[in-house]
C-alpha cells in the first residue's frame, strides 16, 4: 500500500517562474491537503482539495492555486516566485469525514533563488 | 499572537534524562491536539493524540488542560534516537482535518 508520494523532491527556481508540485494521497484517501513549511517553522496550511474543489484555504495570496484530479491526486501551482516562497512544501493525505490519521508526504523542497 | 505557541528550545539533555514540552494554543473552539515528530529534513509524523484525561504511550506522556489551553509532552528516559523536532498541533471543530502547527520544539539527546 503506497503512503504518499510527492513530486519533485527537490527543485530550484528562478525569482519569477512558476513551479507545479504533484502529490498522490494514501490509497482510500479523499482529500488532499497543502502545506508550506519555512525553515525554522511549523507547516502552514495552503489549501485543502475534497472532490475536486478547494474547500478552505489558509492566508496565502492568489498565486498559489491548486487543482484535484478524479483519481484524487493533487497539482499545487505557485506563480511569480519570490525568494520567501524557498521552503519545504508538504502533501497531506486524509479521508474527510473519518476521524483517521492523517498522512505526509515527505514533500518538495523548493528554492527560489 | 499565533494560533500554537511553543518553545522553540533547544533542549539539550542527557541520556536518561526527562524531559517536558509545553504548548499553548489560543483558540478555545480548538478540537483536537496532538503532538508530532519531525525529523531534520523530513514530513512530520503523529507521535500520539491528546486526551483530556491524558494519555501514556510508553515512554511519552501527554497531558490537555482545556481551562488553561495548555498542552504538554513528557518523555521519560531520553534515548538519543528521540532527537527530534516536536510540533503542538491543534485543528478547531469544522476544520475537517486542517492542522494548526506551532513553530516546533527541537530535543537534542546526546550521550
Known amino acids: 500500500d503506497a503512503g504518499v508520494t510527492q513530486s519533485p523532491t527537490h527543485l530550484i527556481k528562478t525569482r519569477g517562474q512558476q513551479v507545479t508540485l504533484r502529490c498522490s494521497p494514501k490509497s482510500g484517501h479523499d482529500t488532499v491537503s497543502w502545506y508550506q513549511q519555512a525553515l525554522g517553522q511549523g507547516p502552514q496550511f495552503i489549501f485543502q482539495y475534497y472532490e475536486e474543489e478547494e474547500r478552505q484555504r489558509g492566508n496565502f495570496p492568489d498565486r498559489f492555486s491548486g487543482h484535484q484530479f478524479p483519481n484524487y491526486s493533487s497539482e499545487l501551482n505557485v506563480n511569480a516566485l519570490l525568494l520567501g516562497d524557498s521552503a519545504l512544501y508538504l502533501c497531506?493525505?486524509?479521508?474527510?469525514?473519518?476521524?483517521?490519521?492523517?498522512?505526509f508526504g515527505e514533500g518538495s523542497w523548493l528554492t527560489v533563488v | 499572537r499565533k494560533e500554537v505557541e511553543q518553545d522553540p528550545g533547544p533542549f539539550n539533555v542527557p541520556e536518561g534524562a526527562t524531559v517536558a514540552f509545553n504548548c499553548t494554543y489560543s483558540n478555545s473552539a480548538s478540537q483536537s491536539f496532538f503532538w508530532y515528530r519531525q525529523d531534520c529534513r523530513k514530513e512530520p509524523k503523529l507521535l500520539m493524540s491528546?486526551?483530556?484525561s491524558g494519555n501514556e504511550d510508553g515512554r511519552f506522556t501527554a497531558q490537555l488542560n482545556r481551562a488553561s489551553q495548555y498542552i504538554s509532552l513528557l518523555i521519560r528516559d531520553s534515548k538519543l534516537s528521540d532527537s527530534a523536532t516536536y510540533l503542538c498541533v491543534v485543528t478547531k471543530s469544522g476544520g475537517y482535518n486542517k492542522l494548526i502547527f506551532g513553530a516546533g520544539t527541537r530535543l537534542a539527546v546526546h550521550p
Open positions: 491528546v486526551y483530556s
Open positions: 497531506a493525505s486524509s479521508l474527510l469525514h473519518s476521524g483517521n490519521t492523517i498522512y
